[in-house]
């Protein structure tokens, strides 16, 4: 990691030479102007070096100018508007109210709920399902797929625009929510 860190500094300290160098060409900056021609005029490889600064440069501002452009916009709650104000419902509380929804039909326990919203405020919902019987797989998937557009329209007052229902069948052992706490070491 600190090999990676000093190439990087190594490159920052490059890039902003260069950029130095540069604006001292169009800009008369007294010593700094007269140490870049200098430079320029003893070391030819100076030129090329520029250029692959000038090149960074654009590609990075290309890059980014192309990320502002083109990055899709996430939403994490919705609003909404009523009589006396607005209220902002988070994205959490509208997986919970998806995941509650299912306990006739399913184990919540085992059911994972990912919700993202469109840009005109509808929902694409994602339901993953840990079934240990597998059984009546189709009759349950589209009880799923009625179930939550309701519940999200009757308590949040939003549309859905598509459910996907995933059946998993469990593995030993083995959980859908992902764990982040370590096992701990009895010894």
């Known amino acids: ?40 005029f003893q070391y030819d490889w100076l030129f090329y070096f520029y250029q692959v600064v000038m090149f960074t440069l654009l590609a990075i501002l290309v890059l980014a100018f192309g990320v502002v452009l083109f990055k899709q916009i996430r939403k994490k709650e919705i609003y909404l508007k ?3 104000g607005q209220v902002n419902v988070p994205l959490r509380s509208l997986e919970s109210i998806a995941r509650v929804s299912l306990r006739d039909i399913v184990n919540i326990e085992e059911t ?4 993202r919203l469109t840009k005109h405020q509808k929902a694409d919902v994602e339901v ?23 519940a999200l329209q009757q308590m949040a007052k939003l549309e ?12 030993a052992d083995a959980s859908l929510l992902p764990s982040n706490k370590k096992g701990s070491r009895v010894i």
């Open 1 to 40: 990691m600190r090999v990676i860190k000093g190439l990087i500094a190594l490159l920052l300290i490059a890039g902003i030479f260069g950029i130095v160098g540069l604006y001292s060409q169009l800009e008369n900056l007294g010593v700094v102007t007269t140490f870049f021609q200098d430079l320029s």
């Open 82 to 84: 009523k009589e006396m």
């Open 112 to 115: 994972q709920v990912k919700i």
């Open 128 to 150: 993953t399902v840990i079934d240990e019987k597998q059984q009546q797989l189709l009759s349950k998937g589209k009880q799923i797929q009625e179930q939550i557009p309701q």
């Open 160 to 171: 859905t625009n598509k459910t996907k229902v995933v059946f998993k069948k469990r593995k």
